[in-house]
């Protein structure tokens, strides 16, 4: 795997090529760490949740672009198991910003959309719109959204193997490739492929135990720009980076 860091250049032809969706190629699978709202409410002197209200705005952009370069699958993760620590007022504004956000999103009638994490730990009125979206875009023909809330990687592999466990099993013992199948099966994600590249926003240069099985071959970018800030032009640089690379896949 390799990185960059973007520091805020933005080439002409490349940001020309975002609006005319021409790229040499594409992930099936995109993720995108969401990150910098809080220091972008310190810069613009606004409560944080003002800058969840823009990142969402961001997110209804980013599907947008991915629709248009034909990117199949997207996730976004909007807010973590460790965000759920902070301020419960805090929390329970942003909470509100982002559902709010998926249901506008949703509203549109172009994606399927499918919420990720342990929502156990949300308020069970916001959970009930959140299954709601998914029952409402689940037959759409358009590129599928995961939504990330409450979510951590490692949840996600415990919750699997859990699940695993579960499962009655006669015979002899099964091969390494097997479980391997079984359990990619029992993730958020079964039945999507791998992500292929991951960016994440605000110069954070690390994972943070976003989505370790899914992520393990993918491409990672990271970007200074805030997420609120985050727009077409680096969406193109992203996807250039990713198109640059020679994805061998240790072969």
């Known amino acids: 795997m390799t990185d960059v860091l973007h520091h805020g250049g933005r080439p002409r032809e490349q940001a020309r090529a975002a609006h005319s969706g021409s790229f040499p190629r594409v992930p099936r699978h995109l993720a995108v760490i969401l990150d910098g709202n809080r220091r972008w409410a310190d810069r613009h002197h606004c409560p944080a949740v003002d800058a969840y209200r823009v990142g969402a705005s961001r997110v209804h952009a ?54 990720i994490g342990d929502l156990e730990r949300l308020p069970s009125d916001q959970v009930r719109v959140l299954r709601e979206v998914e029952e409402r875009t689940c037959g759409l023909p358009g590129t599928t959204l995961n939504v990330a809330i409450a979510y951590s990687g490692r949840w996600d592999l415990v919750d699997a193997v859990r699940a695993l ?87």
């Open 62 to 115: 980013l599907m947008t672009w991915c629709e248009r370069a034909g990117i199949p699958f997207v996730t976004v993760w909007a807010l973590s198991q460790d965000n759920l620590y902070r301020n419960p007022g805090t929390v329970a504004e942003i909470l509100r910003a982002v559902v709010e956000g998926v249901r506008g999103m949703a509203a549109e009638g172009r994606w399927r959309i499918r919420v």
């Open 165 to 251: 466990t579960l499962l009655r099993h006669d015979g002899p013992p099964r091969s390494r490739s097997v479980i391997e199948h079984q359990l990619a099966q029992h993730l958020s994600t079964a039945g999507q492929p791998e992500v292929d590249l991951l960016i994440r926003s605000s110069g954070e240069q690390r994972l943070s135990g976003f989505m370790p099985w899914q992520t393990a071959e993918a491409e990672l970018y990271f970007t200074g720009t805030l997420w609120p800030d985050f727009g077409e032009a680096d969406f193109a640089l992203a996807l250039h980076a990713y198109a640059a690379r020679d994805r061998r896949h240790g072969r």
